[in-house]
Nanobody
């Protein structure tokens, strides 16, 4: 059984940084693409970033391109999202998710497992 646990959220001022981590438990972490999504109050869950099985391919939403960096460690079974130059509009609950698709995918429906989420709040 796959479980995902996010950590690293918190309150930060505009322009600050946070690093989110996603701990994977279960088998074959290296056979799952990992995605990060976020959901702000009253809004739909949206794609943020994703990384392929090997870590060689990544995708980013236009809104975070150049500010966020996704990475993974297939030995430690973890994935991370480094978030820099944070803006108030980045405020949301952030979720990591695992997909059996080899390449990074932006489609929520392709992710089979989800974490419980971690709150990120950016104050102005």
């Amino acid at each position: 059984q796959v479980q995902l646990v996010e950590s690293g959220g918190g309150l930060v001022q505009t322009g600050g940084s946070l690093r989110l981590s996603c701990a994977f438990s279960g088998r074959n972490f290296h056979r799952y693409a990992i995605g990060w999504f976020r959901q702000a109050p009253g809004k739909a869950r949206e794609f943020v970033s994703a990384i392929s099985w090997s870590g060689g391919l990544t995708k980013y939403a236009d809104s975070v391109q150049g500010r966020f960096t996704i990475s993974r460690d297939n030995v430690k079974n973890t994935a991370s999202l480094q978030m820099n130059s944070l803006k108030p509009e980045d405020t949301a609950v952030y979720y990591c998710a695992a997909s059996p698709v080899r390449e990074p995918t932006i489609s929520l429906s392709e992710y089979e497992y989800w974490g419980q989420g971690t709150q990120v709040t950016v104050s102005s």
